[in-house]
């Protein structure tokens, strides 16, 4: 099967996923949360193993020259499979909370956009790789959530932004260190734009066509430019329109998720306002007679 956008080889690996995570959840959803973390826990600990010893395990990287930095955190996907189980594990429930929404939304985002394969089969070990790595980060991911491990709190939505420009900031220095390490093989600048992760760099020119949106939200002193080559400040050039995008997203989201808190919050704010309101209407009717 030849993968497409719309076909059904495209909708293949994301149906198992499907199928896997619903199946997932109705099997633990009695369970004790012990057997719910060990569970996921598993998921997450067979995740880093294929991460971490995939020279081994897929037959496309056998007696080939291999590049071990993708065995590292050399991108955000990369970067959760790998803290994952910590996250699970720890106290933090911003991390939680960050791990939830983009362990979820990055593996999905990445298997609807497939660029690398579309055209080609679906039978062959890389893309079985792509969407088993993608798919337990996004199932596992989803899970906490789904399983009662953790309710994201929609009061920490203006805080997820920060997470995702943090963790580019851990897969760039990563990279740094990667380099350092195999010697210095070319400028490091030359090595970081080209890495690029989640265009910390600069956009891709598969999705040129979004610059100018994130443009309009970002002054001019850090917009660069492809077709001249004048460099793009690293990450503050879409600072802000990443934060707005990721702000709003991850309210609605959390805000969903957390409703009653959200909605006895709303209670409360509203019911402050009126106070307020109140008050003033008084003070003006005092000052009035005065």
Not at 12 to 40: C, D, H, M, N, Q
Not at 133 to 147: D, E, R, W
Request: hydrophobic letters at 55%; a positive charge.
């Amino acid at each position: 099967m030849i993968m497409q956008y719309g076909n059904f080889a495209y909708f293949f690996y994301p149906i198992l996923v499907i199928a896997f995570t619903v199946g997932a959840y109705f099997l633990l959803r009695r369970r004790t949360e012990r057997t719910k973390r060990i569970v996921l826990l598993a998921m997450m600990l067979v995740n880093i193993l294929q991460h971490f010893l995939k020279k081994f395990i897929y037959p496309q990287y056998w007696g080939t020259a291999f590049d071990w930095r993708i065995c590292t955190a050399y991108n955000l996907c990369a970067l959760l499979i790998i803290i994952a189980p910590f996250v699970l594990l720890g106290r933090s429930a911003l991390w939680k909370d960050f791990l939830i929404l983009f362990g979820t939304n990055a593996g999905v985002v990445t298997m609807a956009v497939p660029y690398w394969y579309i055209g080609e089969t679906i039978w062959q070990w890389d893309v079985f790789r792509y969407y088993f790595c993608h798919g337990l980060l996004s199932s596992s991911s989803l899970l906490i959530a789904l399983l009662g491990l953790r309710r994201p709190d929609w009061r920490n939505f203006w805080k997820i932004p920060f997470m995702f420009f943090l963790s580019l900031i851990l897969v760039c220095f990563n990279d740094i260190v990667v380099w350092a390490v195999r010697g210095a093989e070319g400028d490091l600048w030359q090595v970081l734009y080209g890495y690029n992760p989640c265009w910390l760099f600069h956009p891709i020119e598969q999705f040129g066509f979004i610059v100018p949106v994130i443009d309009f939200f970002t002054p001019d002193v850090f917009m660069g430019d492809l077709t001249t080559g004048e460099p793009f400040t690293p990450l503050m050039w879409y600072f802000i329109p990443m934060y707005l995008l990721i702000a709003v997203l991850a309210f609605i989201i959390t805000a969903l998720a957390d409703h009653k808190q959200f909605a006895e919050d709303w209670r409360t704010f509203t019911a402050w306002l009126r106070r307020v309101k109140e008050k003033l209407k008084k003070d003006g009717a005092d000052d009035t007679q005065e």
